[in-house]
């Protein structure tokens, strides 16, 4: 059964941290491209960041770059997301998606991260 489970959101202030995690199983994790999405009340949902199946190579919005930073580790099968700086325009609902072609693609349930003073 495949799963993704993000946890790591919650409350924080404008200027903080926090470190978004998604564990996964039931797949090949170190085959798939792993990438992070978030969708804001009102707001389609939008590419944070992604990052290769090896690691080696990763895009970010440009609403992010500088701030964020994706990484994985494939002996944990988990994918990270390091949000630094967090602005109220960061708040949503985050994502982890699993993505290897042709057509195999899987998303987690979501986590919310809420900037708030």
């Known amino acids: 059964q495949v799963q993704l489970v993000e946890s790591g959101g919650g409350l924080v202030q404008p200027g903080g941290s926090l470190r978004l995690s998604c564990a996964a199983s039931?797949?090949?994790?170190?085959?798939?491209?792993m990438s992070w999405w978030r969708q804001a009340p009102g707001r389609e949902r939008e590419l944070v960041a992604s990052?290769?199946?090896?690691?080696?190579?990763?895009n970010y919005a440009d609403s992010v770059k500088g701030r964020f930073t994706i990484s994985r580790d494939n002996g944990k099968n988990t994918v990270y997301l390091q949000m630094n700086s967090l602005k109220f325009e960061d708040t949503a609902v985050y994502y982890c998606?699993?993505?290897?072609?042709?057509?195999?693609?899987?998303w987690g349930q979501g986590t919310q991260v809420t900037v708030s003073s």
């Open positions: 998606k699993a993505r290897r072609l042709p057509s195999y693609e899987y």
């Open positions: 039931g797949f090949a994790f170190s085959m798939y491209i």
């Open positions: 990052i290769s199946s090896v690691g080696g190579a990763t």
